[in-house]
């Protein structure tokens, strides 16, 4: 897995972009619509410098925030600072996927947003975080969309990468912090998902139409109209195929035993 440690500022410069932004408000609008009413105990995995996080906890939700890097978390730290109304629903906690403490405690949600690409083994992750899901909740996958990888290279005019990634049907491709990163498709998540005895839902492509600009500086009209032509698009065929990221979520149902 890719040491955090060294890419912590570029990270967070992109989770603050409009292209960031977009990823950050479409995927908190689909997850808070599957969370319940109530407050819900989420457990967000990766949590890099806090944005899901914060934005969860802002919405009512008691939230642990884990990532296996301090730098990371020392960020996190920070942006909860400048925000103490959120301190008594959000705890930190140094961890990875294959390093989290629980043996006993569920949560209502548990998020892996923006790592799998950087893992190397899917299926062990997916195992170990669906068996953290509470009976009622679900679990919520942001990963690289193995289909589109090119997708961003011939938009941009880099056709001769471009033609490289797709003749080969490439498994991986360079991301936003300079590191080769691999995708997940939709389906082969879902698939997993399953096996855990945890129910598909709806899932959404992220960043479709907007993944390609560079320095992309919408004003606020501009940026809304882009957010709400994303979100009509995130779910619908053919447009949600060709999403940078592809977000699933899968629901542990009362009644239905983990295997």
Known sequence: MTDFATVCAAYSAH????????????????????????????????????????????????????????????????????????????RMLEAGVDSLPFERERFDAVCCHGVLM?????????????????RGGVLSVLTKNRAAIGFREALRGEYRAARGLIEQGAAASVGNLGIETRGDTAESLDA??????????????VRIFHDHHEDWAPDPEEYAQALRTEWAASTRDPYRRLGRLVHTLARHEPGRRMP
């Open 15 to 90: 989770s603050l972009s409009a292209r960031g932004r977009l990823r950050h408000d479409l995927v908190a609008r689909r997850l808070l619509a599957e969370l319940p009413g109530r407050p819900a105990r989420v457990l967000d995995v990766g949590c890099g410098d806090g944005e899901m996080t914060l934005r969860l906890g802002a919405a009512g939700h008691h939230v642990t925030g884990a990532d296996p890097s301090a730098e990371m978390l020392a960020a996190a730290a920070r942006r909860l600072a400048s925000r103490p109304d959120l301190a008594p629903r959000i």
């Open 118 to 134: 950087y893992l190397d083994d899917t299926a062990g992750a997916i195992a170990r975080l669906a068996g953290l899901v509470a």
């Open 192 to 205: 997993l998902a399953a096996e855990h005895g945890l129910v598909p839902l709806p899932w959404q492509g």
